[in-house]
């Protein structure tokens, strides 16, 4: 079975300032894709970075980055430079072997201006 | 990225009555389709997975005559919710993935349902 862990149901950062989300999985599958989305009031949610597996250069979209460490199954989101328009759910999501996307139960970050 | 409407986006109705929410691909054709529940401050719940053309298959515990699923064409898919009652209020959510893509899926913007 495949499971994604996160870890902190809530976090806060000052504006300007650098804050790191933690997110950890589990699957028996060699190859997969992992997620990290952003939920914001609206409820909309957004794709903020993704990750193969097969590639060990860390994903990077602007101020978002990944820690991706595939021998200890853990894919951490970095987000710098903390704007007001980043509070939001955030969840981190894993994909393989053809099945729906699954979530970790998601992270609430507060920016403090 | 690739764009999912749902309509309507808030619906209010009478215990008993059905309603429908439609989710669309607008700009890539979605081979599966996938609706979610959720629950406020909680994660996304999979109610059931889609292909264009064929049966849903639903989650264990999701009843599958209450929550109907259609996924008439690559880029439409619905969602009706018979005989309504106010235990079925909650926030619906769609998305569609890409065939052969790296498995992301796009979300449309969610319809919230609210049984009197």
């Known amino acids: 079975a495949q499971t994604v862990t996160q870890s902190q149901p809530e976090m806060s950062v000052q504006e300007a300032e650098t804050v790191t989300l933690s997110c950890t999985y589990d699957?028996?599958?060699?190859?997969?894709?992992l997620f990290w989305y952003k939920q914001p009031p609206s409820r909309q949610m957004i794709l903020v970075i993704r990750q193969e597996a097969y590639k060990q250069q860390n994903a990077t979209e602007n101020r978002f980055s990944v820690n991706f460490q595939k021998a200890a199954k853990s894919f951490s989101l970095k987000i710098s430079d903390s704007q007001l328009g980043d509070a939001a759910m955030y969840f981190c999501?894993?994909?393989?072997?053809?099945?729906?996307?699954?979530f970790g139960k998601g992270t609430r970050l507060s920016v403090i201006a | 990225g690739a764009v999912v409407s749902q309509h309507p986006s808030w619906v209010i109705c009478k215990s008993g009555t059905s309603v429908k929410i439609e989710c669309r691909s607008l700009d890539f054709q979605a081979t599966t389709m996938f609706w979610y529940r959720q629950f406020p401050k909680q994660s996304l719940m999979l109610m059931a997975t889609s292909n264009e053309g064929s049966k849903a298959t639903y989650e264990q515990g999701v009843e599958k005559d209450k929550f109907l699923i259609n996924h008439a064409s690559l880029t439409l898919s619905t969602l009706t919710v018979t005989s309504a009652h106010p235990e079925d209020s909650s926030f619906y959510i769609c998305?569609?993935?890409?065939?052969?893509?790296?498995?992301?899926?796009?979300f449309g913007p969610g319809t919230r349902l609210t049984v009197l």
């Open positions: 998305s569609g993935r890409l065939a052969g893509g790296p498995g992301e899926q796009f």
């Open positions: 999501a894993l994909y393989s072997g053809n099945t729906p996307l699954v």
């Open positions: 699957t028996s599958e060699s190859d997969y894709y």
